[in-house]
Structures are given as C-alpha cells and as structure tokens.
C-alpha cells in the first residue's frame, strides 16, 4: 500500500517548457487534490476532483489545468511555466465516506518541487 | 472567501518549554483538521475536531475547538526537539467543501 506517489521529485523547467507532474493513490479514494506551498504561504488548492471524469478550479487554478480519467489518476499539467509557478507541488486525496471518523482527513504525497527559470 | 488566520507564524522554544499555536477562521467551520509538517516533508494529518468545545488529547498535545467554532488551538507541553516542524489547521464550512489551510506556525525547539 503505497498512499499517494507523486513524480518527479524534483524538476527544472525554463520559462515557457510545458510539464505534466503525476499524482497516483492506490486507497481507492474518490477526492484528489492539487496544492502549491510558498514558503511562509501555507497550502493553496489549486484543482480538486470529487471523482473520475469531474474536476473543478481551487483558489489558484491559473495556468494548470488537470485530467481525471480514472480513479487512481490525477496528473497537473502546467502549459507555459513562468518564475511565479516555482514552487512545491502536494498532491492529496481523501475519502468520501460520511460515515467514517476519518473521512475527509487528507493524505498527501512526498511533493514535487519545480523551478522554473 | 473564507479565511484561516494563523498565529504566531514562528516561534522558538528551549526543550521542554510549552507551545501553543492559534487558528481563526472568519466563518463558523463544521469541523477543523490540524496537520503537521516536518521540514522538508509533507503534510501529515494529527487530528480532526468536529463538536463546538471540543477537546482532545494526544500524548502530549492538546487540541481545542471554540465553542462558536471559529477558532481552535493547539497545545504542545513540554517541547521536545521532535515536535520541530509546522503546524497548520485547516478548516471546513460544510461537509463537502474543500480545506482551507492556515499559512502554519513553524516550531523550532533548541535542546
């Protein structure tokens, strides 16, 4: 049972490169998370999805866009990166289950750090 | 939008010296989530409070949940060079919205 893996660890983009950041959760949760995290910032949602084939815009969805075709899957795509999209990437997802104490507690990945020079 | 307010941002503490974080929210919250942030880690889930004056406890950690449930409050007694990381709540206004993260309270313990 490996939670949720993000890849790549680490990445060095230059302005205007596209990158797909991959998020993959075997828990067999229906609600996946995008966050960013700047130092001093704490979290922000930048996509959410209540499930496979519906995904819907956070706080800061500018310039991402996001895909979920299966359960399982949950990739960040960023099309033309800038210096402002430098940052660390968490995934996270969480069950649905009204019924369980620990629904809606999320688990996030280890995170993607991107630079974007 | 809904706010969480987090405070102090930082704070250094000598081992064995107590530690208290605080989290408000500008709207009433159906439950708060608290999770904690080794450095250079991910977010990992402590504890969720959902009853208006809750309590909980955790070894040597102390969670509240305000009685109008718009703030809550982390309490860690005497300190150990462990516990070094960030603490961030996150609060909730209904059942199915999203969290909404403070920006953390980031603990620094000297031993």
């Known amino acids: 049972n490996a939670g949720v893996t993000q890849t790549p660890k680490f990445r060095i983009l230059k302005i205007g490169q596209s990158m797909t950041l991959q998020c993959t959760q075997d828990?067999?949760?229906?609600?996946m998370y995008w966050y960013r995290q700047d130092p001093g910032m704490g979290l922000k949602l930048i996509y959410y999805s209540v499930g496979a084939g519906i995904t819907d815009k956070g706080e800061v969805p500018n310039g991402y866009n996001v895909s979920r075709s299966t359960t399982e899957d949950f990739p960040l795509r960023l099309e033309l990166a800038a210096p402002s999209q430098t940052s660390v990437y968490f995934c996270?997802?969480?069950?649905?289950?009204?019924?369980?104490?620990?629904?809606?507690?999320?688990?996030f990945g280890a995170g993607s750090r991107l630079t974007v020079l | 939008g809904q706010q969480v307010m987090q405070i102090p941002q930082y704070q250094h503490v000598q081992e064995g010296e107590d530690f208290t974080t605080y989290c408000n929210s500008s709207?009433?919250?159906?439950?708060i989530q608290w999770y904690k942030q080794r450095p250079g880690g991910h977010p990992v889930f402590l504890i969720q409070?959902?009853?208006?004056?809750e309590v909980k406890k955790q070894k040597r950690l102390t969670f509240q949940f305000g009685e109008a449930k718009k703030n809550s409050s982390l309490h860690i007694t005497a300190t150990q060079t462990t516990d070094v990381g960030t603490y961030f709540c996150a609060g909730r206004n209904s059942g199915y919205s999203t969290l909404t993260f403070g920006k953390g309270t980031m603990l620094l313990v000297s031993p």
């Open positions: 828990m067999n949760h229906n609600y």
């Open positions: 709207t009433t919250l159906s439950n």
């Open positions: 409070l959902v009853k208006s004056g």
């Open positions: 996270a997802s969480s069950s649905r289950d009204r019924g369980l104490s620990g629904a809606n507690v999320l688990t």
